[in-house]
């Protein structure tokens, strides 16, 4: 046995030790059970004095520039603009900034600076918002300049007049293949998609559209906290599964949705379907005939089903549509800026929805004693609160009614917000969209060439996710045998247990999303593009490990 082998071997056995049996990891989120993984896969590293390789995380390593630079080069104009109402710098004590003829300020500031991209980002920003949206100048920037400084409350609190102008285009555009249905969307700004998901879960439930015991249904394998949260004892949910069950002639997961399950939302008892599209972890958007029986069955059979839609990877698909462009009086659309501008630390999502929706429609058609009880609740913030639509209701809820008058997104994340939005509604060709779609397509060719596997095309595909069902692909390239016998002796952890043990690579465990059991979830975005051949070669020893273990036992027998 070779001094490697050794060394193999007793690491593996003093952590079979130290961690908890497979099946106590199995409890865990697989965001969770990560931090376990990243412990092994640090002395995997350190003992070979190798490099670990976290690819369980979704952040990409890769940041949008231009709308940052805006930011600060807005900021620099706006504390000029507070000093010139007041300034005491010797304490470091300045004014507010003032809306009269600021338009004009701006621009001859912008004339002062050497030309760069963010130069002409903020001129062409405000050139875009009095001409393509309708602006009056001076009320436009000094929204962006109140912003950058952050002396006031968000007013109006669910979003700043322009902003939501500005993002609602963006959605548009992004969201809607630029073919948004007719009608206005209200736009919630909130601090990223996580915030947003717990908010809708609270308001569903405190204004009674969705009640414990009530049933939802799940389209799996779906983002971890979409599974976790209707388990908490304050919302009880049961769910059902909408399982992406289609596989390819390959023997791989096409991660689309069969007929028969889609059909399983005919049924009445089921009062929401909650999906990640594109999904996470299957990575991939739902193919036309599906949103098209999708739209067929809501439209005649289930009227009042309530669709919530998860969209933050949309724009790594070409022509994406979201649901609430299919669907927009049912659908509570989530979308989130941290995947596409690199901005995971900045908190930067928005809900949407409809000005004409089923949920105000739902609210008007509660019980007596239940509507009774709901104008008690927002009766301090609303004089007619029976009027009030459900999502300014969330608006309030997210900071438990009483303190309404506070609420929204901080004026400054506001303001990135739009200047992201700005930045892709000016890319006229594109180009930064089609840059990041291309590193996550490079770095899984480069994964799947480590793999020894080619790679199927598929426009639908994402690419910033790849998950991978050993089992499935051992089932149609090496046979049955060999899966019952990897399935009697293994746990399905062990491979990402083994991954990070034996290899420094950290996956996340596909069973943890509702996936199939045997299967790792990839990020292709946030390592260098080097660490994805290395990661397909681990992956590749790992089985071959497994295939030679099987033979051996052959040999043996």
């Not at 509570?332 to 949407?352: E, P």
């Not at 180009?431 to 590193?439: E, G, L, S, T, W």
Request: glycine share 6%; net charge negative; with cysteine.
């Amino acid at each position: 046995m070779s001094t490697e082998t050794t060394t193999e071997t007793d690491t593996g056995a003093r952590h079979d030790e130290e961690i908890a049996a497979p099946r106590e990891l199995h409890k865990l989120s697989p965001f969770e059970l990560k931090d376990t993984l990243i412990e092994l896969a640090d002395e995997s590293a350190r003992t070979r004095a190798a490099v670990m390789f976290n690819a369980g995380r979704g952040n990409p390593n890769w940041i949008a520039t231009t709308p940052r630079e805006a930011f600060f080069l807005l900021g620099q104009f706006a504390l000029r603009e507070s000093r010139r109402t007041w300034n005491e710098p010797e304490v470091g004590l300045a004014g507010m900034p003032r809306s009269p003829d600021i338009a004009r300020r701006l621009r001859d500031f912008l004339g002062t600076c050497d030309d760069s991209p963010a130069v002409r980002l903020l001129r062409d920003s405000v050139d875009y918002g009095v001409s393509t949206l309708g602006f009056d100048a001076d009320a436009f920037v000094w929204e962006l300049t109140d912003a950058a400084i952050g002396d006031n409350y968000p007013v109006p609190d669910r979003m700043l007049v322009h902003a939501e102008r500005i993002v609602r285009a963006y959605l548009a555009r992004e969201m809607c293949d630029g073919r948004p249905p007719p009608g206005t969307f209200d736009l919630f700004a909130v601090e990223g998609g996580t915030a947003a998901m717990a908010y809708i879960f609270r308001s569903l439930m405190v204004n009674g559209l969705l009640k414990k015991g009530d049933t939802i249904a799940l389209g799996t394998p779906i983002f971890t906290p979409y599974l976790e949260i209707p388990r908490l004892e304050e919302f009880d949910l049961r769910t059902v599964d909408i399982r992406q069950s289609v596989m390819t002639g390959q023997g791989t997961h096409a991660w689309q949705y069969p007929e028969s399950e889609l059909r399983k939302l005919e049924d009445p008892r089921i009062k929401a379907f909650f999906v990640v599209h594109p999904g996470n972890p299957g990575a991939t958007a739902m193919r036309r005939e599906s949103l098209d029986l999708l739209v067929d069955l809501v439209q005649k059979k289930r009227p009042d089903l309530l669709l919530l839609t998860d969209d933050v990877y949309g724009t790594f698909v070409e022509g994406f549509r979201s649901l609430a462009a299919e669907l927009p009086h049912n659908t509570l659309l989530v979308y989130s800026y941290s995947k596409h501008f690199g901005c995971t630390g900045w908190r930067l999502g928005v809900v949407a929805l409809h000005e004409d929706n089923i949920l105000d429609r739902m609210l008007a058609r509660l019980p007596e004693s239940m509507r009774e009880m709901l104008n008690e609740r927002y009766g301090s913030i609303a004089l007619k609160p029976e009027a009030l639509k459900f999502i300014d209701r969330m608006v309030a809820d997210s900071r438990a009614v009483a303190l309404n008058h506070t609420a929204g997104l901080s004026l400054p994340q506001q303001l990135q917000m739009s200047l992201f939005s700005m930045f892709a509604l000016l890319d006229k060709d594109d180009a930064y969209k089609k840059r990041c779609r291309r590193i996550c397509q490079e770095r899984l060719s480069a994964l799947y060439q480590g793999m020894g596997i080619d790679l199927p095309a598929d426009p639908l595909r994402t690419a910033y996710y790849q998950t991978l069902d050993l089992e499935a692909w051992a089932r149609k390239h090496i046979g049955q045998d060999f899966v019952e016998y990897a399935q009697a002796r293994h746990d399905p952890l062990d491979i990402v247990l083994s991954l990070a043990r034996r290899h420094g690579v950290v996956l996340l465990n596909g069973s943890g999303f509702e996936g199939p059991e045997w299967s790792a979830r990839v990020s292709l975005a946030n390592l260098d593009d080097d660490a994805y051949p290395r990661i397909g070669q681990s992956l590749k020893d790992i089985v071959i490990r497994a295939i030679r273990e099987w033979r051996q036992r052959d040999l043996d027998s």
